[in-house]
């Protein structure tokens, strides 16, 4: 059983402990904030009041012994769930406060508070447990239904015309623990031992550390000149060209992979055999050989017109039509739209299809079922694997080199060949690049993907930015914690 003490600590295995405090105890408040945002953001003023006038509706000695009791459970140092209670009759107490850390949640730790504070209420000698949720919390009701709660409410109706949800539980007496159990219980636990595991990143860490060493000790990679040669302008043109090559084929790309997706799923014979058709065809074709082709298609075909079959003619000339660029970029594109429409067409299989059967019942038409229901929840899977598609795109723009076009690697090369002794720091130079822009669009990648994850998610998960802004908060926290408690022990040696 917990004591009365405001630092009563309670260790339920080996990595999780429980802390027993009070509301007003700063160790409690990212817990009480957190519940605060949530049932704003559940409820907002449905209620009839502001989530605030709740959490400090009560004093914090209903929540302290020995009316109540606030614990916290700890990871290690992590706060990661809580939860209270207070005094609801002579033999009733009301559970509050049941929390668990959003990056927590589904390990059962809510669970575990609830149980902690039954076995709490037991030992004081409280026979029934009371509580109440909202109607827009379903994985409360199911944890209490699952914990043997008895729903006081027409479980037929509605959540939301039931409002708000009461439960209640008889607390059954203590079976007491036999001695030989207790003994069992009482042995310490042995973690489990991984020296292979300890071996092996042993190892990796010491050549990754001999290859540093090498990358500051071997003076041929001669970093002076990388330095000279990272921002130069020829470098910077040709890093311009390949960014632009690069956005222009990724938009082409996903909007005619959408397109290609959508005849490639239509029921028009037609369409689904064309599009299948210029799936097949291009992804069988290498890349270098369709930008050769079109880069010599003037060869083949000297003008190029539009007007009425074996009629009159519009015609230009092929070399004045396309520039060296929008060949690059055409040929970029046509090969990418193959991939992007099956990542496209994957995505939308992957919704559900009773989305689409619910979207029809609404009676919305074709169009605005793929534009409103289907595509945004197939966005969350096309967005990973089309962005790799994109970084793939960054990597192959380097084959524009071989129609004349300077982007980042053909600049590379002619500098080689015109400063043969700075082969080494120029390649170096192109490397750095291509890794900045692929970390670029990784960090796009991030948060377009936590964007699109809103719907799926009930709270979306924390940017490094804000990991490392709690983490921080939590050494504050800990520290005026520890602060407190030592003036406190200083005051109790003065008296």
């Known amino acids: 059983m917990m004591t009365e003490t405001a630092d009563a600590t309670r260790v339920r295995s080996r990595t999780l402990t429980f802390r027993t405090v009070r509301p007003d105890d700063p160790a409690a408040t990212p817990m009480l904030a957190d519940l605060e945002r949530e049932y704003d953001a559940r409820y907002g003023d449905d209620l009839g009041e502001p989530a605030s006038v709740e959490i400090h509706r009560y004093p914090p000695e209903q929540f302290t012994a020995p009316l109540g009791a606030f614990v916290l459970l700890y990871e290690g140092d992590r706060l990661v769930a809580g939860g209270a209670f207070k005094p609801y009759d002579e033999h009733t107490v009301e559970l509050k406060r049941i929390w668990t850390a959003p990056s927590e949640r589904g390990r059962g730790l809510a669970a575990e508070v609830v149980r902690e504070l039954e076995a709490e209420a037991r030992g004081r000698g409280y026979s029934r447990v009371y509580l109440t949720t909202g109607p827009r919390q379903p994985e409360a009701v199911h944890l209490y239904r699952r914990l043997g709660y008895t729903p006081l409410y027409d479980v037929t109706l509605a959540a939301e015309e039931v409002g708000i949800h009461p439960f209640e539980k008889t607390l059954t007496p203590a079976v007491p623990t036999p001695p030989a159990v207790t003994a069992a219980l009482d042995r310490p636990v042995v973690p489990l031992q991984h020296p292979l595991r300890w071996i092996a990143a042993a190892l990796v860490l010491v050549l990754l550390l001999n290859l540093v060493q090498t990358l500051f000790t071997n003076p041929s990679w001669e970093w002076p000149r990388v330095?000279?040669?990272?921002?130069?302008?020829?470098?910077?043109?040709?890093?311009?060209?390949?960014?632009?090559?690069?956005?222009?084929?990724?938009?082409?790309?996903?909007?005619?992979?959408?397109?290609?997706?959508?005849?490639?799923?239509?029921?028009?014979?037609?369409?689904?055999?064309?599009?299948?058709?210029?799936?097949?065809?291009?992804?069988?074709?290498?890349?270098?050989?369709?930008?050769?082709?079109?880069?010599?298609?003037?060869?083949?075909?000297?003008?190029?017109?539009?007007?009425?079959?074996?009629?009159?003619?519009?015609?230009?000339?092929?070399?004045?039509?396309?520039?060296?660029?929008?060949?690059?970029?055409?040929?970029?594109?046509?090969?990418?739209?193959?991939?992007?429409?099956?990542?496209?067409?994957?995505?939308?299989?992957?919704?559900?299809?009773?989305?689409?059967?619910?979207?029809?019942?609404?009676?919305?038409?074709?169009?605005?079922?793929?534009?409103?229901?289907?595509?945004?929840?197939?966005?969350?899977?096309?967005?990973?694997?089309?962005?790799?598609?994109?970084?793939?795109?960054?990597?192959?723009?380097?084959?524009?080199?071989?129609?004349?076009?300077?982007?980042?690697?053909?600049?590379?090369?002619?500098?080689?060949?015109?400063?043969?002794?700075?082969?080494?720091?120029?390649?170096?130079?192109?490397?750095?690049?291509?890794?900045?822009?692929?970390?670029?669009?990784?960090?796009?990648?991030?948060?377009?993907?936590?964007?699109?994850?809103?719907?799926?998610?009930?709270?979306?998960?924390?940017?490094?930015?804000?990991?490392?802004?709690?983490?921080?908060?939590?050494?504050?926290?800990?520290?005026?914690?520890?602060?407190?408690?030592?003036?406190?022990?200083?005051?109790?040696?003065?008296?």
């Open 227 to 495: 330095g000279k040669w990272l921002f130069s302008p020829a470098v910077l043109t040709g890093l311009q060209l390949t960014l632009v090559a690069t956005a222009l084929s990724a938009v082409i790309s996903f909007a005619g992979g959408v397109l290609l997706a959508i005849a490639r799923l239509s029921r028009n014979p037609v369409l689904s055999s064309l599009a299948w058709g210029y799936v097949w065809l291009f992804r069988s074709v290498p890349l270098i050989l369709v930008l050769v082709f079109l880069y010599n298609l003037g060869n083949l075909y000297p003008t190029v017109g539009i007007g009425i079959p074996f009629g009159p003619q519009l015609s230009v000339p092929t070399a004045n039509l396309l520039s060296d660029l929008a060949i690059g970029v055409t040929a970029l594109s046509l090969s990418e739209i193959a991939y992007a429409s099956e990542i496209v067409r994957a995505g939308v299989l992957a919704v559900d299809h009773g989305q689409r059967e619910a979207a029809q019942a609404l009676g919305l038409p074709r169009y605005r079922q793929f534009l409103r229901i289907v595509l945004p929840q197939a966005l969350r899977s096309i967005v990973p694997a089309f962005v790799n598609q994109v970084v793939g795109l960054l990597k192959a723009s380097s084959l524009l080199f071989y129609v004349s076009l300077l982007d980042l690697f053909g600049v590379v090369q002619n500098l080689s060949s015109t400063y043969p002794t700075d082969i080494i720091p120029l390649l170096v130079v192109a490397t750095i690049w291509y890794l900045v822009l692929t970390s670029a669009v990784s960090v796009v990648q991030y948060h377009v993907e936590r964007w699109t994850a809103r719907g799926t998610v009930r709270v979306l998960p924390e940017t490094p930015l804000q990991r490392v802004w709690r983490a921080v908060r939590r050494n504050r926290l800990r520290a005026a914690t520890h602060a407190r408690g030592t003036v406190q022990q200083n005051d109790g040696k003065a008296l």
